[in-house]
């Protein structure tokens, strides 16, 4: 197949990519490499890559590129809330208008599957796993964008979206910021963490799963479309607390401290079911441990906290 990655040196998009290549795709990478690093060097070598350095939201680049693919995975975003805060109308503009951009051009032949997040559940029922039938009431911009992209390309048809549990893991785009990216940091070289709102709960899934979802969604495309799907470890509903017990298990010497003091302004707090996306076949084939014990040898190399999108 031939296929469209807008943002494809992104965090997720640089452990997607070599694996579309290694399926025998042709994979067309459009990234403006804001970050100033260099992902996918190593994709250079096969002849079905093409690197495209450009924004996502020009029409002039972005048309003809969608004019010769099959499948579009519209990447690009600003991603977590802190980074839209900083950026609110980069956020609206990527996370939103880009891919209403890609939604106008494509014909309806061409299929779209989207990463979008389960954020938008914004504070869920106390004990209530959120399905995807569950209200949407996103708290930050980051996860109000996203809902919307979703909305558009759902009503439009031709589309799969992924309510993506928080991410984990190490990436040749590597991100520090994400929550279990961010402790594991803390507890290899601070050896300490102070929480706030530590019982807050969200799920978790590791980086290779995403793109192993994305791969099945490709796979049973006129199966799935149509639908949102919520991917995560159905094991890993956790607060802050037992995600540093988790933590502390691989690292003793880490401690972590309950602020009876302070806010978190990430007031997401909710729970999820996975059952809609495992129910077509889809499993996850990496636990939080997986994750923890990769993070752990992975700060052996990355030692700056320059790696995050803020």
């Known amino acids: 197949m031939r296929i469209l990655v807008t943002g494809g040196a992104g965090y997720l998009g640089s452990i997607m990519v070599p694996q579309l290549l290694n399926q025998g795709h042709e994979v067309t990478v459009l990234d403006v490499l804001a970050y100033g690093q260099a992902p996918l060097l190593d994709c250079c070598i096969n002849p079905s890559f093409k690197f495209v ?3 996502s939201r020009d029409e002039r680049i972005l048309r003809p590129l969608i004019a010769g693919v099959d499948y579009i995975l519209p990447f690009a975003a600003i991603v977590g809330a802190p980074a839209c805060s900083k950026d609110s109308v980069g ?4 996370n939103r208008d880009a891919v209403a951009l890609i939604n106008r051009l494509r014909s309806r032949s061409q299929g779209i599957l989207m990463p979008t997040t389960n954020s938008g ?7 209530v796993p959120c399905t995807e039938d569950s209200p ?3 708290i930050s911009a980051y996860g109000k964008t996203k809902v919307e992209a979703e909305r558009l390309l759902l009503d439009s048809g031709e589309a799969i979206t992924f309510r993506l549990a928080t991410v984990f ?6 991100r520090i910021d994400l929550l279990v990216n961010d402790f594991v940091y803390r507890a290899v070289y601070d050896r300490a963490v102070v929480l706030f709102e530590s019982h807050f709960k969200r799920n978790y899934l590791h980086i290779r799963d995403v793109a192993n979802v994305f791969l099945h969604g490709l796979e049973h495309f006129d199966t799935l479309k ?5 991917v995560g470890l159905s094991d890993a509903n956790l607060s ?6 988790q933590i502390q298990k691989h690292l003793p010497q880490f401690v972590f401290f309950d602020s009876k003091i302070g806010e978190d302004p990430d007031k997401r707090d909710y729970i999820v079911s996975n059952r809609r996306i495992e129910a077509t076949g889809w499993k996850s084939q990496y636990n939080l441990d997986d994750g923890i014990r990769e993070l752990i040898e992975a700060y052996k190399i990355v030692k700056q906290r320059s790696y995050g999108n803020f």
């Open 121 to 127: 559940y914004g504070i869920g029922e106390r004990g």
């Open 240 to 245: 802050k607390f037992e995600l540093c017990q």
């Open 169 to 174: 893991g190490a990436s040749p785009r590597m």
């Open 136 to 138: 949407l009431r996103p």
């Open 226 to 230: 149509g639908k949102p799907y919520n």
């Open 91 to 94: 956020a609206v503009s990527v």
């Open 53 to 55: 350095c450009g924004d």
